[in-house]
């Protein structure tokens, strides 16, 4: 019997996929994002599937092409927007200008989607709201996407409330549920606070989101033949990626403490010091437990804590892990890994190592299956990023360039969807509205 990561590779491979139709290879996308990851992610996903994405900028460049690690830019660009780039046209638009509003709404009709990320109520202070667009294309998409504005509750002045990655992870309570408890004495007073998510959790949530529900709408729109608006908000994305500590306030009028790397209702479900760096292990079922227990020669720990309830009470986390640790900071991580892969009792654990970056980038998998793939590009030379998670039997989803300079494309698409020539470009250029 064929094994089904033999059949995956031989029909999903991406040699095989070559040459097949792009899901959403008729769609047309606008992308107006400014400052925002979250409307920038969006697209990309688009995309990566298929879309013809257009990216308007206002001349100069979209401010998140700023954000970037130690401030490095290529060719005056982040790295955080250049992966934010892929696939996608870029030109220039002051839409703030009323003839860029006006050649605005005559690229709205050529177009299935519209993703915004401005101020709740911005676009229609220039006379382009909600009800102008589906004056204007009854069959568009309109997918704002912003902070949670459309409540008086919110804020005092809620249309000036801007969409931040910050402020989404900080109003849905992840910011408060990560880092270490005030409690854990053993470590530094400035270290027990509230964290962050490393990554932007907020804007990648809100975007996923965004791109999910635009598809639903476009599958919608084959069935009942009208477009729709959508209200997205990272706020609200994130909220809806909470698990049990809605319900245990709910249920008990008591708050989860934060309790840094451990997990409230699993233990062993954690991370420990090796030899030579940090090890995951699990096996927090009673049955898993004690295979852990019995890796480590440790039975007398299954007795100490027997149950779930025992082990998943904060103030053991630490005592327990203490003693698991005396037996992990005697062996380095490959040596730990290999001890849970051969252990063959009762019971399931795992172990795995934990990866700094540069180790992660060098395994082969991410490349066998395009998860990391290496591009030369005429602007960045050979450039290594994310591929592509998803893997389709039937269609070919790519990466087909990086990213592009603001308003590379402006005699492209100009020329494309409203018939410009160079002439007009140029006399745009001159008035700033397209530079």
């Known amino acids: 019997m064929e094994k089904w990561s033999e059949w995956a590779k031989e ?19 606008l992308d107006l994002s400014y400052g925002s990851f979250a409307g920038l992610f969006a697209s990309s996903l688009l995309a990566e599937m298929g879309a013809e994405v257009v990216r308007v900028e206002p001349p100069g460049g979209d401010i998140a092409r700023q954000m970037s690690p130690e401030g490095i830019k290529i060719n005056g660009t982040g790295l955080a927007y250049i992966v934010e780039g892929r696939n996608k046209y870029s030109i220039t638009l002051d839409i703030t200008k009323s003839k860029g509003l006006a050649i605005l709404k005559e690229l709205l009709p050529k177009f299935d ?66 880092g270490l408890p005030e409690d854990y004495t053993e470590f530094p007073e400035n270290t ?106 440790r039975d007398d720990l299954v007795k100490k804590y027997p149950t779930t309830k025992e082990r998943t009470d904060p103030k053991n986390f630490i005592p327990m892990t203490k003693e698991i640790e005396k037996f992990t900071k005697r062996k380095t991580r490959n040596e730990i890994a290999k001890l849970w892969l051969n252990y063959k009792g009762a019971g399931v654990t795992v172990a ?42 039937g269609s070919s989803l790519s990466i087909k360039w990086i990213c592009r300079d603001p308003g590379e494309d402006n005699e492209f698409i100009y020329s494309k969807f409203l018939g410009y020539d160079r002439d007009i470009l140029e006399e745009l250029s001159k008035e700033g509205v397209i530079v």
């Open 11 to 29: 029909h999903t491979g991406y040699e095989e996929s070559l040459g097949k139709a792009q899901p959403l290879d008729d769609i047309k996308v």
């Open 113 to 178: 989607v519209l993703i915004e990320t401005f101020p709740s109520g911005f676009l229609e202070s220039l006379g382009l709201g909600g009800k102008e667009i589906e004056k204007i294309n009854p069959n568009m998409i309109y997918c704002p996407i912003n902070g949670s504005v459309h409540s008086e509750n919110c804020s005092d002045n809620p249309a000036e409330r801007l969409d931040y990655d910050i402020t989404a992870q900080a109003l849905s309570g992840f910011v408060w549920m990560n």
């Open 192 to 297: 027990r606070v509230p964290t962050r998510m490393g990554n932007w959790m907020g804007w990648y949530a809100g975007g996923m989101m965004a791109a999910f529900s635009i598809m639903s709408a476009l599958i919608y729109r084959d069935s009942e033949q009208e477009g729709q608006a959508m209200d997205i908000s990272p706020d609200e994305s994130l909220m809806a990626l909470n698990n049990y500590a809605i319900h245990y306030y709910y249920l008990t009028g008591n708050v989860i403490n934060r309790v840094g790397n451990f997990e409230p209702a699993a233990y062993a479900y954690n991370y420990f010091q090796a030899k030579d760096g940090m090890v995951f292990i699990a096996g927090y079922v009673d049955q898993n437990w004690k295979a852990l227990c019995s890796i480590i020669g």
């Open 352 to 393: 795995g190592e934990i990866l700094e970056p540069d180790e992660a980038m060098k395994i082969d998998h991410w490349y066998e299956r395009r998860a990391l793939i290496c591009l030369s590009d005429k602007d960045f030379g050979k450039f290594t990023m994310q591929g592509i998670p998803a893997k389709m039997s």
